[in-house]
């Protein structure tokens, strides 16, 4: 074993000083690759404009497309990381979506964009719960809170970010910079990777899920490409909710998933571990989670787009309009992280989906007539109330779940996060049209005003409001994880890329 290998079953490998090398590594890592789930939304309109579109139905793939290929790839992360070691497997897929991001800036039409942006997906799909799962490994006892907590910066920072960083590229050089940025990134990423990340020790893995692996991309795809196809129609403003293929990528989004649920259950090495659900203090924090996601990537969506069509700001003007976000989520993610330690997640998750309602409501009752100050706020107290309860909420799933199968939670998680995204970016565009179309409709406009576009995206926060609800509801329900013991017939290691 060389100088620098991790066996598996070692305890509290580094102290905080040792685990600064490796941090700073992950974290250039992770701040890439999160930072364009973002930076492309602001320049949505102008991709638009660009590739000389009628509407958004179509370069919204290219937000919608990297995140399904993220989810694609990314419970495959604990099987490629056992098999060929967390190390060799996170600089690959940085260099993939360095790659990737090279190919998106010379894309000519938006069809390529989309395909490019799929490629990014795929290389940094695995980036983060690798990631997550190095840091929880060698984090020194005592200090996960804390040591998630300063992960957690650049997981909040980047979608915050993304937007100015864009804004400023697409309104004084190009959109294409948007992807140019990440080729320097990303080697200065891989170089620090190869010189200060450990070497896990590997483990010897099962047979590779195919079936699994066939199934869950199908089925989340086919449900995001069902969704987003309903509707109103822009120019006819007839429903097309009954069209085949609304009708036919919900039917087959609905059996895949179906059957996938059906095999991952009954197979011995599944490719998401779906028996960890069992445990229901689990189950409540992910469903926490995935409500609390949707709030803040259909925020981080809708709000640019918005401000944009309704107000006419630059993408530039957008991005600094956004960036209380940024700050408040980078103020509270290290103090989430210290206080979760301390309390656990539960008060922390109260406050923070406090906050989160708070937000919701205050960007449902906006207006034509609205100030900038009128979003900000509300963005301030979103990223405030994520950074508070994201990590903490995070490291609690992973104590909730059975310790045999606590090396799978990363990639579920995480794999579930991406369709999350997905899913909100879908059901929010397609709510907002279809209020668009109706009010459009009942006033006998041919062309949106401010006053339409703010009834419509108003509409849709209020339904944000209803799910964030739900989210603070379930929070009181969380309990402090207890040890738990493995599941029968789960034979799992311990941590990704042991």
Same mark, same amino acid.
């Given at each position: 074993?060389?100088?620098?290998?991790?066996?598996?079953?070692?305890?509290?490998?580094?102290?905080?000083?040792?685990?600064?090398?490796?941090?700073?590594?992950?974290?250039?890592?992770?701040?890439?690759?999160?930072?364009?789930?973002?930076?492309?939304?602001?320049?949505?309109?102008?991709?638009?404009?660009?590739?000389?579109?009628?509407?958004?139905?179509?370069?919204?793939?290219?937000?919608?497309?990297?995140?399904?290929?993220?989810?694609?790839?990314?419970?495959?992360?604990?099987?490629?990381?056992?098999?060929?070691?967390?190390?060799?497997?996170?600089l690959i897929s940085v260099g993939l979506f360095t790659i990737g991001s090279g190919l998106c800036a010379l894309a000519n039409s938006v069809e390529m964009l989309i395909t490019f942006r799929i490629i990014q997906g795929l290389g940094g799909g695995v980036v983060l719960p690798i990631a997550m799962a190095f840091i929880y490994r060698l984090s020194p006892p005592g200090k996960v809170g804390a040591v998630? &907590?300063?992960?957690?910066i650049p997981i909040l920072l980047g979608p915050a970010l993304g937007p100015v960083v864009a804004g400023w590229f697409v309104e004084y050089h190009s959109w294409q910079w948007i992807f140019l940025i990440n080729l320097p990134i990303g080697v200065i990423g891989i170089i620090l990777g190869i010189r200060s990340l450990p070497n896990i020790q590997r483990q010897s893995v099962a047979s590779l899920d195919?079936?699994?692996?066939?199934?869950?991309?199908?089925?989340?795809?086919?449900?995001?490409?069902?969704?987003?196809?309903?509707?109103?129609?822009?120019?006819?403003?007839?429903?097309?909710?009954?069209?085949?293929?609304?009708?036919?990528?919900?039917?087959?989004?609905?059996?895949?998933?179906?059957?996938?649920?059906?095999?991952?259950?009954?197979?011995?090495?599944?490719?998401?571990?779906?028996?960890?659900?069992?445990?229901?203090?689990?189950?409540?924090?992910?469903?926490?989670?995935?409500?609390?996601?949707?709030?803040?990537?259909?925020?981080?969506?809708?709000?640019?787009?918005?401000?944009?069509?309704?107000?006419?700001?630059?993408?530039?003007?957008?991005?600094?309009?956004?960036?209380?976000?940024?700050?408040?989520?980078?103020?509270?993610?290290?103090?989430?992280?210290?206080?979760?330690?301390?309390?656990?997640?539960?008060?922390?998750?109260?406050? &923070?989906?406090?906050?989160?309602?708070?937000?919701?409501?205050?960007?449902?009752?906006?207006?034509?007539?609205?100030?900038?100050?009128?979003?900000?706020?509300?963005?301030?107290?979103?990223?405030?109330?994520?950074?508070?309860?994201?990590?903490?909420?995070?490291?609690?799933?992973?104590?909730?779940?059975?310790?045999?199968?606590?090396?799978?939670?990363?990639?579920?998680?995480?794999?579930?996060?991406?369709?999350?995204?997905?899913?909100?970016?879908?059901?929010?565009?397609?709510?907002?049209?279809?209020?668009?179309?109706?009010?459009?409709?009942?006033?006998?406009?041919?062309?949106?005003?401010?006053?339409?576009?703010?009834?419509?995206?108003?509409?849709?926060?209020?339904?944000?409001? &209803?799910?964030?609800?739900?989210?603070?509801?379930?929070?009181?329900?969380?309990?402090?994880?207890?040890?738990?013991?493995?599941?029968?017939?789960?034979?799992?290691?311990?941590?990704?890329?042991?």
């Amino acid at each position: 074993m060389s100088s620098k290998e991790i066996p598996a079953s070692a305890e509290a490998p580094f102290s905080m000083r040792s685990i600064l090398g490796p941090l700073i590594a992950i974290v250039v890592g992770i701040f890439m690759v999160i930072l364009d789930g973002t930076a492309v939304n602001v320049a949505l309109p102008k991709l638009q404009e660009e590739f000389e579109l009628l509407n958004l139905s179509l370069v919204q793939w290219t937000v919608i497309g990297y995140a399904l290929a993220q989810a694609a790839v990314i419970p495959l992360a604990g099987w490629l990381s056992d098999r060929f070691g967390a190390k060799k497997v996170f600089l690959i897929s940085v260099g993939l979506f360095t790659i990737g991001s090279g190919l998106c800036a010379l894309a000519n039409s938006v069809e390529m964009l989309i395909t490019f942006r799929i490629i990014q997906g795929l290389g940094g799909g695995v980036v983060l719960p690798i990631a997550m799962a190095f840091i929880y490994r060698l984090s020194p006892p005592g200090k996960v809170g804390a040591v998630m &907590g300063m992960l957690g910066i650049p997981i909040l920072l980047g979608p915050a970010l993304g937007p100015v960083v864009a804004g400023w590229f697409v309104e004084y050089h190009s959109w294409q910079w948007i992807f140019l940025i990440n080729l320097p990134i990303g080697v200065i990423g891989i170089i620090l990777g190869i010189r200060s990340l450990p070497n896990i020790q590997r483990q010897s893995v099962a047979s590779l899920d195919l079936l699994g692996m066939i199934l869950g991309p199908l089925a989340f795809a086919a449900l995001v490409f069902g969704v987003s196809s309903g509707g109103i129609d822009p120019i006819t403003g007839e429903s097309t909710w009954m069209d085949a293929d609304t009708l036919i990528g919900s039917g087959v989004g609905i059996v895949a998933l179906v059957l996938f649920i059906i095999v991952e259950l009954n197979r011995k090495n599944p490719l998401l571990e779906l028996r960890v659900f069992r445990s229901g203090n689990f189950t409540k924090g992910i469903i926490v989670q995935w409500i609390s996601q949707i709030a803040m990537f259909g925020t981080m969506f809708l709000v640019p787009l918005f401000l944009q069509q309704a107000h006419g700001y630059s993408p530039l003007e957008t991005g600094l309009i956004m960036l209380p976000q940024a700050v408040a989520s980078g103020l509270f993610m290290p103090i989430g992280g210290k206080l979760s330690d301390r309390f656990g997640a539960r008060p922390l998750v109260i406050g &923070g989906m406090a906050l989160t309602v708070i937000a919701t409501l205050l960007l449902s009752n906006i207006s034509g007539d609205s100030g900038v100050s009128a979003v900000m706020l509300p963005l301030a107290l979103l990223g405030a109330g994520m950074g508070l309860f994201m990590m903490p909420l995070n490291n609690h799933l992973i104590q909730s779940a059975p310790q045999n199968l606590v090396g799978r939670v990363t990639s579920l998680t995480n794999a579930a996060q991406q369709v999350m995204m997905s899913f909100a970016v879908a059901i929010l565009m397609t709510i907002s049209s279809t209020k668009m179309q109706d009010l459009m409709i009942e006033s006998g406009k041919q062309q949106p005003d401010v006053h339409l576009f703010a009834s419509s995206f108003g509409y849709t926060f209020l339904i944000l409001l &209803g799910i964030a609800l739900l989210g603070g509801i379930l929070g009181f329900l969380l309990q402090k994880p207890k040890r738990q013991e493995g599941l029968e017939g789960a034979e799992m290691p311990i941590m990704v890329g042991h």
